[in-house]
């Protein structure tokens, strides 16, 4: 395992925003956390679509089962057969008439018949497709691979996390400088970086532009080459 890394650490997200590939394009590891509790109004396995010229909300039925459960313990509904081409038929309608849509119906169709039924493994066989269509060269890693103990929360979870990595550098999106403290990170030999996504936009053929949509509505309007140069618009502070 090589040292002195650049590392970052999120949830699994269902096709995320933008910002979420921009975090994993700037580190060498990227930790996907699956013992986590499943976050019932968050955007595990949820997220959002261009329209008609509106974000509309997009979801990965679930089983019923218990909130208190972690992400792998979660399974999808037993009518998502159903359900995934009634979402395939949404996206088709929306996007249409987007200059890359056979791209981004391809990547959708990839990542929509994945076989596996556990939630976290369906989320994590869209987040490698994705990133392998973007080419991205961050090294992957679920986060009960490593010895690190569940329990811990917050940061200390994230610093342990590090500290197996042999971590020189953790980046976390801006939302978290109210949780994590620069000294206590630098006192165990890591600089702490927050992620800022520049503004950005992009034609989508309507009247204004709808940010921070699924990656999906990114590919369907922009080539490769443009989403990678994309990537880049992100500051550290």
Same mark, same amino acid.
């Given at each position: 395992?090589?040292?002195? #890394?650049?590392?970052?650490?999120?949830?699994?997200?269902?096709?995320?925003?933008?910002?979420?590939?921009?975090?994993?394009h700037a580190v060498d590891v990227f930790v996907v956390y699956d013992n986590i509790e499943y976050t019932?109004?968050?955007w595990i396995n949820r997220n959002r679509m261009l329209c008609n010229g509106e974000d509309?909300?997009?979801t990965l039925p679930l089983r019923k089962d218990h909130d208190s459960l972690h992400v792998c313990q979660r399974y999808l509904s037993e009518t998502f057969n159903k359900e995934r081409g009634r979402l395939i038929r949404q996206f088709e309608s929306c996007y249409r008439k987007a200059p890359y849509f #056979?791209?981004?119906?391809?990547?959708?169709?990839?990542?929509?018949?994945c076989e596996k039924q556990n939630l976290f493994e369906f989320i994590w066989h869209s987040i490698k497709t994705i990133k392998?269509?973007?080419?991205? #060269?961050?090294?992957?890693?679920?986060?009960s691979a490593l010895d690190v103990d569940a329990s811990l929360r917050g940061e200390d979870r994230v610093l342990r996390t590090c500290e197996c990595l042999k971590a020189r550098t953790y980046i976390n999106p801006i939302g978290g400088q109210s949780l994590y403290s620069k000294s206590r990170f630098q006192g165990n030999g890591i600089a702490l970086s927050f992620q800022n996504v520049q503004q950005y936009a992009y034609e989508q053929g309507t009247a204004r532009f709808v940010p921070h949509l699924s990656i999906i509505d990114v590919i369907m309007f922009n080539d490769i080459p443009a989403i990678q140069e994309m990537l880049t618009k992100m500051d550290l502070s």
């Amino acid at each position: 395992m090589k040292s002195q #890394r650049v590392v970052a650490i999120m949830q699994p997200y269902f096709l995320p925003y933008i910002g979420y590939w921009q975090l994993m394009h700037a580190v060498d590891v990227f930790v996907v956390y699956d013992n986590i509790e499943y976050t019932k109004k968050g955007w595990i396995n949820r997220n959002r679509m261009l329209c008609n010229g509106e974000d509309k909300v997009f979801t990965l039925p679930l089983r019923k089962d218990h909130d208190s459960l972690h992400v792998c313990q979660r399974y999808l509904s037993e009518t998502f057969n159903k359900e995934r081409g009634r979402l395939i038929r949404q996206f088709e309608s929306c996007y249409r008439k987007a200059p890359y849509f #056979r791209t981004g119906m391809e990547l959708l169709a990839t990542c929509l018949h994945c076989e596996k039924q556990n939630l976290f493994e369906f989320i994590w066989h869209s987040i490698k497709t994705i990133k392998d269509a973007l080419g991205l #060269r961050a090294e992957l890693c679920v986060s009960s691979a490593l010895d690190v103990d569940a329990s811990l929360r917050g940061e200390d979870r994230v610093l342990r996390t590090c500290e197996c990595l042999k971590a020189r550098t953790y980046i976390n999106p801006i939302g978290g400088q109210s949780l994590y403290s620069k000294s206590r990170f630098q006192g165990n030999g890591i600089a702490l970086s927050f992620q800022n996504v520049q503004q950005y936009a992009y034609e989508q053929g309507t009247a204004r532009f709808v940010p921070h949509l699924s990656i999906i509505d990114v590919i369907m309007f922009n080539d490769i080459p443009a989403i990678q140069e994309m990537l880049t618009k992100m500051d550290l502070s």
